[in-house]
């Protein structure tokens, strides 16, 4: 083989792992939480999975088996990079609703479940105190450089989910039914402190109601319930997060990603 075949077999090769690695990590990128926003134009979302592939590609290159010379082939492997990607992403982005999961039971349980506001994280109308939380969130994760977290998974995950193998959906299915239940959790754990105000202060108006029954105690209860519940979180709302944090850097640390 002439150097210019050793030359051309190198470029050839260099371009089918930056593709490979940009469908991985661009799939992530498109929805992981804070990058991956609705509200970042796709133009930016789309430059900083280019950028971050072309950083990854010498990298991870080792990982990579030969370019398939099959047409199928070719397009199977790139297709199961997607999936890889999609699918940590998502895994990643779910973590993240433990704060939806407690705004709105905080919201719900201290009378502010009517406040409504468009939610950019999900595009979706939510309860105000969900929307809060979750954009705090995010802004606490970027300050705290938890995002390099995420890349460096990305990085990992080739040694968990090699390319070219087969795709382990079972795994997966598991992997985010897990994911599910620790989120769901997490967001009742952060909002069990307004779950006490309310059972102890309900408890109380109900007991004020049985003595004194000509007083219209809901209109007594509701304004004191929200005036309550905006005390409580402020007082608990730097504990919350830090709770929060604490649990996303050691989903991201785990092995499997």
Known sequence: MDSTAVTLHIVE??????????????????VLPGIGEL???PRIRLTFAMLTSFVLAPVV?????EAPGEILSFAGLLLSEIVIGLALGLIVRMFLMALQVAGNVIASQTGLSFAQNFDPSLGVQ?????????????TLIFESNLDHLMIAGLKNSYTLLPPGGSLPFGDLADLATRTFSVVFKLGIQLAAPFIVF???????????????P????????VPLSILGGF???????????????NAYEAMLSAPWL
Do not use: D, E, W
Not at 25 to 30: D, K, Q, R, T
Not at 203 to 212: D, E, N, T
């Open 61 to 65: 290159k080792a990982n990579y088996p």
């Open 13 to 30: 090769t260099g371009m089918f792992v930056t593709l490979a690695v940009f469908c991985r990590v661009g799939s992530a990128i498109m």
């Open 214 to 221: 000509q007083i219209q105690i809901f209109f007594l209860t």
């Open 39 to 41: 509200s970042i134009p």
């Open 198 to 212: 309310s059972l102890v202060f309900y408890a109380a108006a109900g007991a004020v109601a049985r003595l004194l």
């Open 126 to 138: 939510g309860a105000l105190l969900s929307t809060f939380l979750t954009i705090l969130g995010i």
């Open 231 to 245: 005390a409580l979180l402020m007082v608990t709302i730097g504990s919350l997060m830090l709770v929060f944090l």
